[in-house]
Structures are given as structure tokens and as C-alpha cells.
Nanobody, 117 residues
Framework: QVQLVESGGGLVQPGGSLRLSCAAS????????MNWYRQAPGMPRELVATITDGGSTNYSDSVKGRFTISRDTAKNMVYLQMNSLKPEDTNVYYC???????????WGQGTQVTVSS
């Protein structure tokens, strides 16, 4: 059974930092592209950051220079370091795994990030 479990969300003041973690099980981690998405109520889910099986990264323009995605293949973990947080970063953040051969998608349950003073 595939499971993606996010953690690390919470309330932070503008300009602060948070680190999200995603623990993956039930998949062959090394053959999945790992992504972080976010979604506000009533809005479409937005791709925030991607890290490929080879370690290449990509970011949305809205977070480039502030967020860093990383992965630890030995631990089946993916992380999102979020710095210089802004109120508009307030969203539910979702971990996603996409199999590079089958394009099958797996999703976590989401973790809430709230940026507010």
C-alpha cells in the first residue's frame, strides 16, 4: 500500500521559515519524480517544486529563490525548505509522487501552512 505522509506545517509569521517533510512508503522511491503542490480553497492545485529521480529541481516563479526541494533516497523522504514566507504562501501543501515509467500519481493527505502575523 502506497503512503505519502506530510508533516511540518503550521503557523508562522511573515518572513519566517518552515520545513515540510514527506515520508514515502510502498513505492520504489528512486523511480519517482517527487513534487510539492499547494492548494487554496476554491483554487486549482498549483505545482510548487519538483525534484526528479536524478536530482534535478524546478520551481514555480512564485517560490523561486525562497523554497528548496530535496530528497533523501536512502530514507524515502522528500523535503521542502520554505524561507522568507509570505501571507500568500498560506495553503495546504501536498506531497506527490509520480512514477517515471507509468506516470501513476500518488498523493499525501496534505499539511496546512499558514503565514500570518
Amino acid at each position: 500500500q502506497v503512503q505519502l505522509v506530510e508533516s511540518g506545517g503550521g503557523l508562522v509569521q511573515p518572513g519566517g521559515s518552515l520545513r515540510l517533510s514527506c515520508a514515502a512508503s510502498g513505492i520504489i522511491f528512486s523511480i519517482n519524480t517527487m513534487n510539492w503542490y499547494r492548494q487554496a480553497p476554491g483554487m486549482p492545485r498549483e505545482l510548487v517544486a519538483t525534484i526528479t529521480d536524478g536530482g534535478s529541481t524546478n520551481y514555480s516563479d512564485s517560490v523561486k529563490g525562497r523554497f528548496t526541494i530535496s530528497r533523501d533516497t536512502a530514507k524515502n523522504m522528500v523535503y521542502l525548505q520554505m524561507n522568507s514566507l509570505k501571507p500568500e504562501d498560506t495553503n495546504v501543501y501536498y506531497c506527490n509522487a509520480r512514477n517515471i515509467y507509468t506516470a501513476t500519481n500518488y498523493w499525501g493527505q496534505g499539511t496546512q501552512v499558514t503565514v500570518s502575523s
